[in-house]
């Protein structure tokens, strides 16, 4: 049998233009074990992502922040403390980075995401003194509790889906994917994936992104 997956979106299910690969649209529905979408994106994007391809929506959303397994959603954390270092930073004279808008933060509901090309000394300052974290995914610099992870999300779903994190096998690119590489039986990191996720892997992939998983994928099926 394969084993269930794990996976990382940006900079594993996508293409280096940043699309997600048609071919998971293929691959994903006919899995035969649970599929886990794990992302720092805010909870309706891997939702969604499930919905359109058709496969069950097993979501770890928000870096570990929002978990949700069939019809149960399980929140860690109130990410009161992030907005207040959001407001603090922008009340320094910077800028979260992504428009009026805001599209990125919107439907957050435990962390605060800031561009890459926004300030990150002062961000990290701030994040500390409100006793949080900031994690750079390389997509965004996370502003987060240290105690929320995506591998402690893992651990609350995977017994929803009546298995161990350890049967899980897992792919990703970032440093945000270090603590699921520690919990997964198995774990990828992408040719493009940072050094914390390349030296946390068990397998660093010759193939980057997509690519990378999808070869990954097609070996644990001529495995079963």
């Known amino acids: 049998m394969v084993p269930p997956l794990v996976l990382d979106i940006d900079g594993t299910m996508t293409r280096p233009d940043d699309s997600v690969d048609p071919r998971f649209f293929d691959v994903l529905p006919q899995w035969d074990a649970p599929v886990v979408i794990a992302t720092g994106k805010s909870f309706p994007y891997p939702v969604s992502l499930c919905h359109f391809m058709h496969i069950e929506q097993n979501v770890i959303a928000e870096n570990g922040g929002v978990v949700l397994s069939g019809e149960q959603v399980t929140t860690n954390g109130d990410g009161e403390a992030a907005r207040r270092v959001a407001e603090e930073y922008v009340a320094a004279g910077h800028d979260i980075g992504w428009g009026q808008t805001d ?40 502003v987060k509790s240290p105690r929320i992870e995506k591998g402690l999300g893992l651990k609350s779903l995977a017994p929803l889906l009546d298995r161990t994190p350890e049967e899980f096998a897992a792919v990703g690119d970032s440093e945000n994917d270090v603590s699921t590489f520690g919990v997964a039986g198995e774990s990828y990191a992408v040719a493009n994936a940072d ?21 990954v994928l097609e070996d644990l099926r001529e495995r079963a």
Do not use: C, M
């Open 103 to 142: 599209l990125t933060n919107r439907w957050r509901e435990t962390e605060i995401a800031v561009a890459r090309d926004q300030p990150l000394g002062p961000l990290e300052e701030l994040a500390a003194e409100h006793g949080l974290e900031v994690v750079d995914t390389g997509f965004a610099y996370h």
């Open 195 to 215: 050094a914390k996720a390349q030296r946390a892997a068990d397998v660093v992939l010759e193939e980057s992104y997509s690519e990378g998983t999808l070869s």
